[in-house]
């Protein structure tokens, strides 16, 4: 069965720190691009950060730039989105989703990647 499957989520308090981790199972990610997006209550998913089949070009959405990490490890087929003070804003459903090709600014469209995982809930508050 091939599946995407997100870990790491939890509740954390502004400022804080977490790791999701995307893994791929059935399938290998090396030749894929991989997004991270999120929705939170009652918003559209949107895209956060986008990462590259071979790591070297990296997009992430204005509000996440300086904060969120994304990075790769093809060897253990994973992808990686380090994320550091949290604000409550940042609250959300965080998905991963992998696409053959993504190109420049078109990163965050969301029909361009076929796979996704079921989600997993980052809960930023006080």
């Known amino acids: 069965q091939q599946q995407l499957v997100e870990s790491g989520g939890g509740l954390v308090q502004p400022g804080g720190s977490l790791r999701l981790s995307c893994t791929a199972s059935?399938?290998?990610?090396?030749?894929?691009?991989i997004g991270w997006f999120r929705q939170a209550p009652g918003q559209e998913r949107e895209g956060v950060s986008c990462?590259?089949?071979?790591?070297?070009?990296?997009k992430y959405a204005d509000s996440v730039k300086g904060r969120f990490t994304v990075s790769r490890d093809n060897a253990k087929n994973t992808v990686d989105l380090q994320m550091i003070s949290l604000k409550p804003e940042d609250t959300a459903v965080y998905y991963c989703?992998?696409?053959?090709?993504?190109?420049?600014?078109?990163?965050?469209?969301?029909?361009?990647?076929?796979?996704w995982g079921q989600g997993t809930q980052v809960t930023v508050t006080s």
């Open positions: 989703a992998a696409a053959p090709l993504v190109y420049g600014r078109d990163w965050a469209l969301q029909y361009l990647y076929n796979r």
């Open positions: 990462i590259s089949s071979n790591g070297e070009i990296l």
């Open positions: 059935g399938f290998t990610l090396d030749h894929l691009a």
